[in-house]
Nanobody, 124 residues
Framework: QVQPVESGGGLVQAGGSLRLSCATS????????MAWFRQAPGKEREFVAG????????AYADSVKGRFSISRDNAKNTMYLQMNSLKPEDTAVYYC?????????????????WGQGTQVTVSS
């Protein structure tokens, strides 16, 4: 199993930046894809960005493309989400997810391992 733990959330003004981190522990020596999801109050959890095991492929939701950047450092067992040009509609709890495999699923049901979430609040 892989255990993800997020950090880096907070309060930022619109137009600002934040970087989220997700550290993993456990069985980290097998290939696993990682992704960020977010969930705003009253809304379903949605895919934000994902990255393959070696970082050779990434995927983004249309709503964050060009503003967010996902990366990972397997030597540190850590994934990152650099969020720039933040908007109030980016306000949500951001979750890190992981699952063994080589693709980048966009459905939350295809990820077995989840962090507790970190709150991101963007003020207007």
């Amino acid at each position: 199993q892989v255990q993800p733990v997020e950090s880096g959330g907070g309060l930022v003004q619109a137009g600002g930046s934040l970087r989220l981190s997700c550290a993993t522990s456990g069985r980290t020596n097998s290939a696993y894809a990682m992704a960020w999801f977010r969930q705003a109050p009253g809304k379903e959890r949605e895919f934000v960005a994902g990255i393959t095991w070696r970082g050779s492929r990434t995927a983004y939701a249309d709503s964050v493309k060009g503003r967010f950047s996902i990366s990972r450092d397997n030597a540190k067992n850590t994934m990152y989400l650099q969020m720039n040009s933040l908007k109030p509609e980016d306000t949500a709890v951001y979750y890190c997810a992981a699952d063994y495999g080589l693709g980048i699923p966009r459905s939350s049901t295809q990820y077995a391992y989840w962090g507790q979430g970190t709150q991101v609040t963007v003020s207007s």
